[in-house]
């Protein structure tokens, strides 16, 4: 499904001695896709699999062409025909998450949420209302989801002009909602109802939650590794991207839905 956007992307950047690369780009996308799903650092990628330096190469040059970016955005339009929806969404949930930053990640890239009291980084992430993602933005955890969801914001009304309407959760103030009317969009707090106790999904705004849920999954993302943000924000558009290739081929696994005979054996 991704191959063409690749060939194409290869065909921009010839190589000046005609060379054409030692290494499947499939192989690529597999270690990449592997290192995403088990976290293991890019030393202990399987022998099978291209070296890591060669791996590591593809995935900065991605990160830094955007293309990483765009084959996400492509399949999500795949998706969201695919559910009966047009390509352009007209509304957006917004949410943030605090995750710890591991050794060695930069002091000055990560933060302290007081809210929280944990130290590392915010994810902050804008999906539609099937909770594809539109709009990703890594921070140091100290910064107000305020700044977070202005940012976020303001990406999706350059990339998706159609967006009319946002769910957000108490945590974002007024100052979100005054930007949001300067882009046109309405942004709308939605709480749970007085009174509930325990784990509830909120109508609208649970599906932002849920797409954190589905992300965790990829151990890559269970703490922040990465020195730069735009790298950790690569990792994020890359596990949702194996989402979406997962949904749209019918390949999606779970141990709970496996034939009885395979659990005995």
Known sequence: MIEPIIAAWKARRPSVSGHQGRYPMREIVNALLYLERTGCGWEYLPHDLPPPSAVYYYFALWRDDGLSQTIHDLLRARVREVAGRGEDPTAVVVDSQ??????GVPADTTGLDPGKKSRGRKRGIATDVLGLLLAVYVTAA??????????????????????????V?????NALADHGRTLGIDVRVVQPEPGTRGFTPVPKRWVVEQTFGTLTPHR??????????????????????DRMTRRLTGTTTSWRDRPTATLAA
Do not use: C
């Open 98 to 103: 605090t995750v710890h930053a591991a050794a």
């Open 169 to 173: 959760d108490a945590g974002f103030k």
């Open 220 to 241: 890559r993302l269970a703490r922040d590794y990465e020195k730069h943000p735009a790298s950790s924000q690569a990792h994020i558009y890359r596990a949702a991207t």
């Open 142 to 167: 100290s910064v107000h989801d305020n700044a977070i969801g202005i940012e976020l914001l303001d990406q999706v009304a350059i990339d998706h002009p159609t967006v009319t309407a946002a769910w």
